[in-house]
């Protein structure tokens, strides 16, 4: 028989009152708050109530029709979440809408925050935002420079439940918020609908450190869920690790909640990195049963190879290169996913994707 009994054994990282509240008054530092001192001491104390009490999801309400406990209190934000993504749904399968792309900004460099400069990767998307337009495409912008330059704006990192077990992966993530622990304000909820409602996807990202940026690679951590993450959160009992385990043996469906719509890759390096990062998103993509859009949507570039930071935006002006092909990408990618929702995916698409170089 086999064992499904989950394995323990890491530290405790439980804090106790005084550090706690130690930690959470440290976000009103500013001198500022000290005539609110006493009220800020009131509000401490109800915030270690949750903390200890392990308050994760405040407001619920019973689960209802559909589901396979309707009985089962699940938190408010799931439900608002996973209605989003019911209407995004609809919208993508309604066929008078028009071909919807999201092209994605992976940059976390912006002109609003330290760096005093906006990214080339934002100027890239740009261009492909104005050529898919031009080719017919309604298109939304999902900048993710705005997790370093804009208040609240933030992604917590994957717990990876799906590594314990496919169905204790929610989708949408059931993981976040999380008020006991103060793990507010995540932005996924938003994005699961832009990439839900998304005929296309394109992604236009530099390298950092041989490596996708941070802000990218958060967001793709939290899109587990949308490839073999469990709809229903009631049939794990919420988090039960021991239950989601058997249900895994039992025989798992594995939806695949973003097969089909088509994709795009751009990436731009000055050093190194840009063949593997392109063919990690690529794989990744593909594994989630993407579609790869023509070749011509997939780029592996240098902008200034070598050359100083300094001088990188007037490297991409004398650039003009890229800045065209980044161009045709973008209409190649609006014409493959019309095409693939009137046609289907063929059997053997002629859309090969990237050349393996």
């Not at 066929?95 to 609003?112: K, M, Q, Y």
Request: charged share 25%; glycine share 6%.
């Amino acid at each position: 028989m086999t064992d499904t009994k989950p394995r323990k054994g890491m530290p405790d990282p439980k804090l106790g009152q005084d550090e706690f509240t130690r930690r959470f008054l440290t976000q009103f530092r500013d001198p500022a708050f000290r005539r609110l001192d006493g009220a800020l001491d009131e509000i401490a104390a109800v915030a270690w109530e949750a903390y200890h009490g392990g308050r994760k999801a405040p407001l619920t309400r019973k689960a209802g029709a559909g589901f396979a406990d309707p009985d089962y209190d699940l938190a408010q934000d799931w439900i608002d979440a996973s209605d989003a993504i019911a209407k995004a749904q609809a919208a993508h399968d309604d066929a008078a809408r028009p071909t919807r792309l999201l092209l994605i900004n992976g940059a976390s460099r912006s002109e609003h925050t330290c760096p005093g400069e906006m990214s080339k990767t934002w100027r890239l998307t740009e261009i492909a935002r104005a050529a898919a337009v031009a080719e017919g495409a309604s298109v939304d912008v999902l900048d993710l420079s705005r997790l370093s330059s804009e208040y609240g704006r933030k992604i917590y990192p994957c717990k990876t439940c799906f590594s314990t077990a496919a169905p204790l992966c929610h989708w949408p993530c059931s993981c976040y918020p999380n008020y006991s622990l103060g793990q507010t304000q995540d932005w996924m909820n938003a994005i699961y609908p832009m990439w839900v409602a998304a005929h296309g996807v394109m992604i236009v990202t530099p390298v950092n450190w041989y490596h996708s940026s941070s802000a990218l690679k958060l967001m793709i951590d939290r899109l587990v869920c949308a490839d073999g993450g469990n709809p229903d959160p009631t049939r794990t009992h919420g988090k039960d690790a021991e239950a989601a385990k058997k249900i895994e043996l039992d025989g798992w469906d594995y939806p695949r909640h973003l097969a089909g719509r088509v994709y795009s890759v751009i990436v731009h390096g000055d050093a190194e990195g840009v063949t593997e990062v392109r063919r990690a998103l690529s794989d990744w993509l593909s594994s989630m049963e993407l579609v790869p859009a023509s070749d011509v949507a997939h780029l592996e570039r240098y902008i200034g190879y070598w050359q100083p930071y300094a001088t990188n935006h007037a490297e991409l002006d004398r650039d003009r290169a890229i800045l065209q092909e980044v161009e045709i990408a973008a209409r190649a990618l609006a014409r493959d996913a019309k095409r693939i929702r009137t046609e289907g995916v063929p059997r053997d698409s002629d859309l090969k994707g990237p050349r393996q170089k």
